[in-house]
């Protein structure tokens, strides 16, 4: 009986070590982890030019998306809002007399993306015009046409994988990967893309729904990303449990028209992001949204607050 007695206390005694130099292990793992990460951070950031910029500028253009980056000088306008916004991009350019955009992307064919591309085409010249498609039969992407054909540009329909830089900054095409889904949907021909600065990345994703989602997903390409630009509007079409799990955004940001007809941004859809980000901005409450990068953290500024 005393040796059963000693038995089992032995075994707890074991057990009790066991559980102790595990928890060791994780934290000690867990710190080298966090130690490695930050490393790898100041690593990144160290490798940019002293004097390297790096800002994204998501304008409040209501139900539409349009936002311009810009790195060391560089200028990439993704999406142009609705074609009553052309006026207002070809304004902001004048202003900041930006006359040259190394790239305009048209995430697809859509009103409220392709819609005032032509404003800012009418003021500035553009290296490379990306799009899913090149040919769309309305209206406002035969404008953008026209203007990018009047400069003697062309669209350039990019293929996943393919990277430009912008700057310090390197862009990366990932989606569409499915040409059948892009074909059923224009939601699901959007461009999808990912911007790495230093260590700090940014993930635009047009209005790509479900399927999109989920075939970039499949397709094994990094989708991990410091901030989201929410997909289309902050529907509940999109922004699924699985994509935020593959992106693990810490910022997000929305672009929506106050009060508009489709009750964008979906409160599912703030839900979900609310368990993965530290802060999610949007359009309709804080107007323009700057958000800018030093290779290492982001930091935001808003026209309004909240
Ligand atoms: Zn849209």
């Given at each position: 009986?005393?040796?059963?007695n000693?038995?089992?206390k032995n075994?707890a005694?074991?057990?009790?070590?066991?559980?102790?130099?595990?928890?060791?292990?994780?934290?000690?793992g867990?710190?080298?982890?966090?130690?490695?990460?930050?490393?790898?951070a100041?690593?990144?950031?160290a490798?940019?030019?002293?004097d390297?910029?790096?800002?994204i500028?998501?304008f409040?253009?209501?139900?539409?998306?349009?936002?311009?980056?810009?790195?060391?000088?560089?200028?990439?306008?993704?999406?142009?809002?609705?074609?009553?916004?052309?006026?207002?991009?070809?304004?902001y350019?004048?202003?900041?007399?930006?006359?040259?955009?190394?790239?305009?992307?048209c995430?697809?064919?859509?009103?409220?993306h392709?819609g005032?591309?032509?404003?800012?085409?009418?003021?500035?010249?553009?290296?490379?015009?990306?799009?899913?498609?090149?040919?769309?039969?309305?209206?406002?992407?035969?404008?953008?046409?026209?203007?990018?054909?009047?400069?003697?540009?062309?669209?350039?329909?990019?293929?996943?994988?393919?990277?430009?830089?912008l700057?310090?900054?390197?862009?990366?095409?990932?989606g569409?990967?499915?040409k059948e889904?892009?074909?059923?949907?224009?939601?699901?021909?959007?461009?999808?893309?990912?911007?790495?600065?230093?260590?700090?990345?940014?993930?635009?994703?047009?209005?790509?729904?479900?399927?999109?989602e989920?075939?970039?997903?499949?397709?094994?390409?990094?989708?991990?990303s410091?901030?989201?630009k929410?997909?289309h509007?902050g529907?509940?079409?999109?922004?699924?449990?699985?994509?935020l799990?593959?992106?693990?955004?810490?910022?997000?940001?929305i672009?929506a028209g106050?009060?508009?007809?489709?009750?964008?941004?979906?409160?599912?859809v703030?839900?979900?992001?609310s368990?993965?980000?530290?802060?999610?901005?949007?359009?309709?409450?804080?107007g323009?949204?700057v958000c800018r990068?030093?290779?290492?953290?982001?930091?935001f500024?808003t026209?309004r607050?909240?």
């Open positions: 009986m005393a040796s059963l000693r038995k089992r075994r005694i074991l057990k009790a070590v066991l559980g102790i130099a595990a928890l060791i292990i994780l934290s000690v867990a710190m080298l982890w966090r130690q490695y990460r930050e490393e790898k100041q690593k990144a950031a490798a940019l030019p002293e390297s910029t790096f800002e500028r998501f409040d253009v209501g139900e539409a998306d349009s936002a311009l980056v810009e790195c060391d000088g560089h200028y990439m306008l993704i999406d142009g809002g609705l074609p009553e916004s052309s006026d207002f991009l070809y304004s350019l004048e202003t900041h007399s930006i006359r040259h955009l190394d790239y305009i992307v995430s697809h064919a859509h009103i409220d392709v005032g591309l032509a404003g800012a085409l009418k003021y500035a010249s553009v290296g490379t015009a990306f799009a899913p498609v090149a040919e769309y039969d309305s209206r406002s992407f035969n404008s953008f046409l026209r203007y990018l054909n009047a400069q003697g540009g062309s669209i350039t329909v990019p293929e996943p994988g393919d990277t430009v830089m700057g310090s900054a390197r862009v990366t095409f990932i569409p990967v499915d889904l892009a074909e059923l949907n224009a939601n699901n021909s959007s461009i999808i893309l990912r911007i790495e600065y230093g260590a700090t990345s940014f993930l635009f994703t047009g209005d790509a729904e479900i399927a999109e989920l075939s970039v997903i499949d397709s094994g390409q990094t989708l991990k410091t901030l989201l929410v997909g509007h529907s509940y079409t999109s922004s699924t449990t699985d994509f799990n593959a992106v693990l955004p810490e910022y997000a940001v672009s106050k009060d508009n007809e489709h009750g964008h941004p979906h409160d599912v703030l839900e979900r992001l368990e993965y980000c530290k802060k999610v901005y949007r359009t309709d409450l804080d323009e949204i990068s030093d290779g290492k953290k982001l930091s500024e026209e607050n909240g």
